[in-house]
């Protein structure tokens, strides 16, 4: 019971990552509590962790809003551990991304993560100490093709990671950022089926061999690694990003 007795807030908690960490959380003590602007998929993981004797609360709201987060961070009351994973990618290189498509991903990706910082930092310093953990991606540290704008918002949450590390260590706050390659999540199998609809099993074992490992992730291996970074044992461990990508970014060239 790695988490007993903690607070841990998810942004993005109803599907894929974000649901394998809440179950996770929610499997060592923590009370969950889920942000999200899909109210059906957060009331099935909720379901889903309480069955299993676990603790579970969600909250609708969308993470572009600045007073939708800041009321329901207000609602959480005491945060011990905040996984920012809220995010939506776009598939383009800049010549194909305009800019309603960029300010998407801008007002989701970095704004999203950007406004419950603002709300939760305050709730962490209150209390003497708290642990962030901030989605990135393997995009923010290689050129990934037609990835542009999805690209852009995963370097900012790199360097916001950082950021929050080095100005509120005195406060005890840890902060650290997971990039991961490709995951199996329902965005890949909706992917797949809307662009590649006649041969999605062939499009499915392309994407999972492009990882040097031979597979994709599966959301539930993410979800230990946010443990660990979570947790007591990595009490030392501030200001780091840990890519979790099958070898994808130091063994791609080899």
Do not use: W
């Not at 918002?153 to 100005?167: E, F, L, T, V, Y």
């Not at 999605?200 to 597979?215: D, Y």
Request: with cysteine; net charge negative; glycine share 10%.
């Amino acid at each position: 019971m790695k988490l007993k007795g903690k607070t841990a807030v998810i942004t993005g908690g109803g599907s894929g990552i974000g649901r394998a960490i809440a179950v996770v959380f929610a499997q060592q003590g923590a009370s969950v509590c889920l942000i999200d602007i899909h109210r059906q998929a957060m009331e099935e993981v909720c379901t889903q962790i309480k069955q299993h004797g676990g603790a579970c609360q969600y909250y609708v709201a969308d993470v572009r809003e600045q007073v939708q987060v800041s009321n329901t961070v207000d609602q959480i009351g005491p945060i011990d551990i905040l996984v920012n994973n809220a995010g939506v990618a776009h598939v383009g290189n800049i010549e194909h991304c305009q800019p309603d498509d960029f300010d998407r991903v801008f007002d989701v990706n970095v704004k999203g993560a950007y406004h419950v910082l603002y709300a939760v930092i305050p709730v962490m310093k209150s209390a003497g100490g708290g642990v962030i953990l901030n989605l990135a991606s393997i995009a923010s540290s290689v050129g990934i093709a037609d990835r542009f704008a999805y690209s852009m918002s995963k370097g900012a949450i790199h360097a916001m990671s950082m950021s929050i590390a080095r100005d509120y260590l005195q406060h005890h706050i840890r902060s650290n950022s997971i990039s991961p390659a490709r995951v199996h999540t329902p965005f890949v199998d909706g992917f797949i089926a809307k662009n590649y609809p006649d041969n999605q099993q062939e499009m499915f074992e392309r994407l999972a061999a492009s990882q040097p490992i031979g597979r994709m992730a599966q959301p539930e291996e993410i979800a230990q690694l946010a443990l660990f970074l979570c947790s007591d044992d990595a009490s030392f461990i501030t200001g780091n990003d840990y890519p979790i990508d099958g070898g994808f970014i130091r063994l791609n060239n080899a």
